[in-house]
């Protein structure tokens, strides 16, 4: 049975994919907030294909800080990496005091302007809550689950594979929602270092003081990061309630 | 006696090779626009520098290398952060031809890999050393107070960045106070509305899991999409509520970044307390009503101090945030130290970012630490006793 | 056969278990009782080298048990603990056949196996198979737990306090099932335990350790009549005595010709028993029937007096 909220979010995403696909639908809500002349509706480019370039942005950071904050947190969770445990703790901490636009301005002197700097900060910034999830994940395993593992005659590589990545999973997505999140607001402020994302619309909104084009962009990717944050949520939930949390 | 070798120190001695030998200590420009020329230690340092630089970087990679006493590897790993420090704005005077006011001296690739290298160090050094949250504070102070000292003796004024500061130096201190204004205000703001709106959800079942859902639905959308939509509302108040304008209510600056910001912070701040209120132990509540203490003495006598440790979480996560978030607001007129960073960007002027960058790094930075020290003070020992 | 030989497991300066040589034969249940920090569980884990030992030796059926990759060896020795240990992400059927999967057995052998353990343990295969842990009872966890360690057909069973989280009357059934089991399979078992009576029990031979060290290692009824130190002795319980040598034999060993009146006592119940059912019904004597129902003779409250006196 479907439940209210549900519902709801099934009825946000029919309106975001109808306003991507024919804006002008919406023409009429969105004149009350232009002058005369302006138009109502973002004219610089398809809203589809920036939406879709957006989420290509954040999928392709997230996917990498993924992989390497995964393998980073494993290594540092076996015993030839346990030296730098406290360390990576730290530094964890630290980099998350440092705000994501620093991170993607500073990026710009290094790598230039365009999707480049913003795939890299998305990345850098993406790894920090990936990481520190699956140390969390990694080693807070219930002492008895993983002695039952040894005992059972799992190697290492079984135990890890079998064992420690399932039972973390939940977290570690945690984990990836977040980071998620994150890069979904920061693609957002890339298009001010000329990366191609939705960003693009508030800007020129901003510089053509065009209320509607500001409204516009800022409510789907409004949109957009409820929906996806749920969805991840939703997704956690299922996974967890699999092994009775 | 056997000879060990610490990991962490191989890639420290790595790095810091690469950083010393390799790359470029710093980059000369003959004005601001033209692209820079780079330039190894050798070159940038005057002779005796580049001795002490290179000495104290090798002690500290030997240190880092051989397993040492944590105390030693903090204080080489410092004392070689000072002489990187000092010897940047050396680089700045040697490099610079006498009465030129438009060359530009900054560091290089090199500069940062080894300031990250100690960097590295020091923190391991600190994590391993764990100190108490009072001594933190103290060696924030000391750090700082090196800068301050540093920045004031002119030791950096040849410097790229402090000249695009000098040029700044008014709007730079407007900016600041319009950033921490809009960061401690916010937050004022979301903590007294949101601790007694935390209260009532604690208290409130159903009013809880409404409210807490919508916040964190807020919390979700992005910065500057959230200052987007607040432009219109805000802008529809300002013309159509008598008095609203003259108050410094507008659809763009400071009004939608501070609405915003106090609307990413209440979920923190009601979070926590409901949280913390959860979590004080039911024994301690049947206590106090045993006593016959009244719904509010319990609140205010028993309740609110045992959570008060997690609401200050709460209330750091929120500062940190903001201060960064903050940045953002000047896409929308709001100022703040984004004004140079934006500025930067789109001028291409690597500096002009680090003005606007370093500050709110350094800004965000201190909070943590003040506010860490505070909660772990204002957590009851239960933790440090297991440590111990 | 299970040969421990001058193990020795020290950490630093401390050492948990000293110089102990244990010789525990096949198909028996050895009991390993001590307090807690007495080494027990450090040499229970020393058999399946899930701690290595600092020195000596432990032959499994003449065999160093350094002889293969200690996963391998663990795969070959069953392993229970407190709390069962279930891995919250599986199935019940998929936890059994954790050991079979790792050993490469083919489906439907695993499917079998455990299908017939699940039987075994009085769990419907199909209403409790696809189950997860998490949507058991705790009775049901610890089965599955042991059901698990049997999986692979070992020959060896390492079981640490595996009844420690079930309520009394639980526990007494969980220890009677395992009793059966053991003889089903004719499983070697070592067991710990801090239990006393869980130990006069279960146990063949129960080995008391103390201070890393064992002080006795001996059958129950030797234990009782001669402990070895005071430490034994206040371990089983001075009180207690009298009733522990009675309850670990059987009315069909005190069996006294003649007859006697009121209702009979089964041959195959204890002997605490029948003393417990004369002192609550007052009578000098109760008939006593075999197996087949049969009388075959009586029990006397005299008797079983002079049974329950210590030596003189």
Known sequence: MLRLPTLFRLFAFAVLVAFLIQPQWFEPLLRPLVQENAPAIYNQGSLLQLTLLHLRTVAIATACATVVALALAILVTRRSGAEFLPLS????????????????????????????????????????????NALTGLTTLPPSIMEAARGTGMTGRQRLMKIELPLAMPVILAGIRLSVVISLATATIGSTVAARTLGEVIIAGLQSNNLAFVVQGGLIVAVLAVLIHDALQAAERSLGSRMGR | MQFRVDKLGVIIAALAAYGALLAPFATFRANRIVAGEARSIGEALPSAWTVVVLLLVTATVVVAVLKTPSRLRLGTAFAAIAALALGIGAAAGHLTPPENAYARVSPASGFWILLFALGLLAADALTRLRPSPLVRVLFLSAVLGFIAAVLTSGTWD??????????????????????????????????????????????????????????????????????GILIAPLGWIAVHVPGAAAIGIRGIGTA???????LYSLLPVVANTVVGLAGVPREANDAARGIGMTDFQRLVGIEFPLAFPVILTGIRIVLVQNIGLATIAALIGGGGFGVFVFQGVGQTAMDLVLLGAVPTVLLA??????????????TPNRNRVQSA | MIEIEGITKRYGETTVVRDVSLTIAPRTVTVIVGTSGSGKTTLLRMINRLVEPTSGTIKLDGEDNRSLPDYELRRRIGYAIQGHGLFPHRTVAQNIATVPTLLGWDGARIEAKVTELLTLFQLDPVAFGPRYPHELSGGQQQRVGVARALAAEPKVLLMDEPFGALDPIIRAKAQDDLLAIQKHFETTIVLVTHDMEEAFHLADRIAVMDKGEVVQYATPAEMLVKPATAFVESLIGAGERPFRLLAIETVADAVEPGAAEGEAIASAATQREALSTLLWTGRKALPVIGPDGALIGKVSLDGLVQRAAGPT
């Not at chain 1, 710009?108 to 520190?132: C, D, H, S």
């Not at chain 2, 930075?365 to 204002?378: G, H, K, P, Q, S």
């Open chain 1, 89 to 132: 703790r730290s530094l964890v901490n630290i980099g998350q005091t440092f705000p994501p636009v620093a991170v993607l301005a500073l990026a710009v002197p290094i790598f230039g302007f365009g999707e480049k700097p913003t795939l890299i900060a998305l990345f850098l910034y993406g790894l920090l809550p990936i990481f520190e």
């Open chain 2, 158 to 227: 040849g410097l790229s960045l402090l000249k695009e500061y000098a040029s700044r130096a008014d709007t730079f201190w407007a900016e600041a106070g319009k950033h921490v204004t809009l960061a401690l205000g916010s937050l004022a703001a979301a903590t007294i509305v949101g601790i007694p709106l935390g209260i009532l959800c604690h208290r409130v079942a159903r009013l809880r899991d409404g409210l807490l859902g919508v916040l964190n639905a807020i919390q979700t959308i992005p910065s500057i999409a959230l200052f």
């Open chain 2, 256 to 262: 939608p970044a501070f609405v915003a910001l106090f």
């Open chain 2, 365 to 378: 930075f201190t909070a943590a630490i003040v506010l860490d020290a505070l909660i772990e003070t204002a």
